[in-house]
């Protein structure tokens, strides 16, 4: 099977801008989460959908969005782009229930 | 509560030594505890996991052990060679109540010297 596949992989933007960021899971893989990791804060959870519906939400301002289509792939958005937005943004999947989750290999977003 | 406690931060061991890296929780829900490998440029790869009715978990050079009391688990990589050379990560989650969201320890950045 193939895996987590994330696009792009890199990403520049400035601040201000807003930015989407793509996600496909594993094949037959309904859960994606995103999870934002920085050398200060390391990896922290963004959220999760399932079957299109979020069901997880972390502790970040309503600038980060996301969404899930049909086919179990998802997109991340951040609108208003910070500084501190500059991170490598990483989707995993999993089966369905929670359980093991795969990572993709990322996208590194910089903000200037 | 839901914080992950990893140590240490950096650890350097000789080609063929024990690699041991220790993570410590408080929420006493926790109910699954993977750890995941990272090397530069790459996402995190799940490693080995284990539930909280388990001791011990093998998986080739690569050990859980997990102590419910302390709250307490440990990686232990036997024979350590200078590919394992990556950041390591534990995490936690709540299996149970469906939740896919890892809480991730800062991660120890493992360097095998030959």
């Known amino acids: 099977k193939a895996g987590v596949t994330q696009t792009p992989r890199y990403l520049i933007k400035t601040r201000g801008q807003q930015v989407t960021l793509s996600c496909s899971p594993i094949?037959?893989?309904?859960?994606v989460s995103w999870y934002q990791q920085t050398p200060g804060q390391g990896l922290q959870f963004l959220f999760e959908?399932?079957?299109?519906?979020?069901?997880n939400k972390g502790n970040f301002p309503g600038r980060f969005s996301g969404r899930q289509f049909s086919n179990s792939r998802s997109e991340m958005n951040v609108s208003t782009l910070e500084l501190g937005d500059s991170a490598l943004y990483l989707c995993?999947?999993?089966?369905?229930?929670?359980?093991?989750?795969?990572f993709g290999p990322g996208t590194r977003l910089t903000v200037t | 509560q839901q914080q992950v406690k990893q140590s240490p931060q950096s650890l350097i061991v000789q080609k063929g030594g024990i690699s041991i890296i220790n993570c410590a929780y408080e929420?006493?829900?926790?109910?699954?505890f993977p750890w995941y490998q990272q090397f530069p440029g790459k996402g995190p790869a799940l490693l080995i996991a284990?539930?909280?009715?388990?001791s011990e978990k093998k998986e080739g050079r690569f050990t859980i052990s997990f102590n419910k009391s302390a709250k307490q688990f440990s990686l232990h990589i036997m024979d350590s060679q200078p590919g394992d050379s990556a950041t390591y990560f534990c995490a936690a989650s709540f299996l149970s109540g469906g939740y896919n969201k890892l809480i991730f320890g800062a991660g120890t950045r493992l360097a095998v010297h030959p």
């Open positions: 959908y399932f079957s299109e519906t979020q069901r």
């Open positions: 995993a999947s999993s089966s369905g229930g929670a359980g093991e989750q795969y």
């Open positions: 929420n006493t829900a926790f109910d699954y």
């Open positions: 094949s037959g893989h309904r859960s």
């Open positions: 284990i539930r909280p009715d388990v």
